[in-house]
């Protein structure tokens, strides 16, 4: 774990005139500190803690940089912030899926634990210098759908309508026909639904296991896959759509993000790790090994309607992530420079492919 810091620390230590940034997976994850004051990066005046992939990087004086797992959704890890000399506070949602919320850190004992045990939902903490002062921002945020007309031009506020469903939460929607494939909740987690005919049902409860991300819905609407955490790890499973069959593909991905059916309905690409490492895969539906078709890290692809093209969002540089591309047989194709938040799903193809 120490070496792994330090490889970590030297990949994220950036000098920027007379200070030295910490670069971190998202906003909220930076610290300057003055370079006369840190002559080695394991050294600082104060403590540091980061987000690093999966872990918490902490480096504090007189000690070599150290990994922490901690009990919440490490990878979503905001805002980690010393209170004192051991006591790390951070910004994070529950193993259920549930929160964001706040947490405790004690980096001898390396155990966490939740401080924050009401409705409100954290979204950063700072705290003042000597650590006897915090500032925290909370929301209680509210999610449904709505109808944007693809036109010609730049949709305007009129334009967009409502999306009326039965459920008083709907979030990351998926079209298969005549259905609607998305997530709701009626308890602490994000399920599965479906809704046709003016009728919803849902066809995986978030209280078993909670959904983060959207689901892949085959063309003809007759199966989504879905991402579960099992045994500490996040797996793809095929659901139904009426829920009475659910089966794991690909045990050996560790799933990162949304995944996309293709439109032959045999594939399903994702990017997640093996035993190699970070990649894109394509996995066969039927059943059989992943097929990596790109190194690195991949998250969130969308396959062409032609089948012709993935793209999906790569390894950051800074706060956001560019855009690839490759052909279902691997082959990178050459993209504009575009560049899209880590959080959410930034890119859908048109109807069209176009």
């Known amino acids: 774990a120490s070496e792994l810091a330090h490889e970590s620390a030297d990949r994220f230590a950036h000098r920027r005139g007379n200070e ?47 990994l922490c797992r901690c009990d919440s959704d490490i990878f979503l890890v905001r805002h980690p912030t010393f209170i004192d000399a051991r006591t790390v506070l951070y910004v994070a949602p529950a193993q259920d899926g549930s929160g964001p919320w706040l947490w405790s850190l004690d980096t001898e004992r390396r155990e966490s634990r939740r401080v924050s045990f009401g409705l409100e939902r954290y979204t950063s903490i700072s705290a003042s210098a000597d650590g006897r002062r915090l500032v925290a921002t909370v929301a209680n945020p509210t999610a449904s759908l709505w109808r944007v007309p693809i036109l010609d031009r730049v949709a305007e506020d009129a334009d967009v309508s409502a999306f009326p469903l039965p459920t008083v939460r709907a979030l990351a929607p998926r079209f298969a026909g005549s259905t609607l494939f998305y997530l ?9 639904w479906t809704y ?25 609407g007759q199966r ?22 659910v089966q794991s593909v690909a045990d050996e991905v560790d799933v990162q993000g949304a995944a996309e059916w293709s439109a032959d309905g045999r594939w399903i690409v994702a990017g997640g790790t093996d035993s190699k490492g970070p990649g894109l895969f394509k996995i066969p539906v039927e059943g059989g090994a992943a097929l990596r078709i790109a190194d690195g890290l991949a998250f969130n692809p969308v396959w062409s309607p032609d089948g012709s093209l993935i793209v999906y969002a790569g390894p950051n540089v800074d706060a956001r992530f560019p855009l690839l591309a490759v052909t279902p ?26």
């Open 224 to 245: 989504a896959a879905i991402v579960l955490r099992r045994d500490g790890r996040l797996r793809l499973y095929l659901v139904s759509a009426d829920g009475a069959e």
């Open 329 to 354: 047989d691997g082959t990178p194709i050459q993209m504009p420079d575009v560049r899209v938040p880590y959080l959410g799903e930034r890119v859908r193809f048109l109807p069209d492919g176009k």
């Open 184 to 192: 709701s909740s009626s308890g602490s987690g994000d399920g599965l």
């Open 20 to 66: 030295v940034e910490l670069t971190g997976l998202g906003r909220g994850n930076c610290r300057f500190w003055p370079v006369h004051k840190l002559p080695v990066f394991n050294c600082p005046p104060r403590p540091i803690a980061k987000a690093v992939g999966p872990f918490l990087l902490l480096a504090a004086a007189r000690v070599r940089p150290h």
């Open 196 to 220: 046709q005919s003016g009728q919803a049902l849902e066809i995986w409860k978030g209280a078993d296991s909670p959904l983060r991300e959207a689901p892949a819905v085959s063309r003809d």
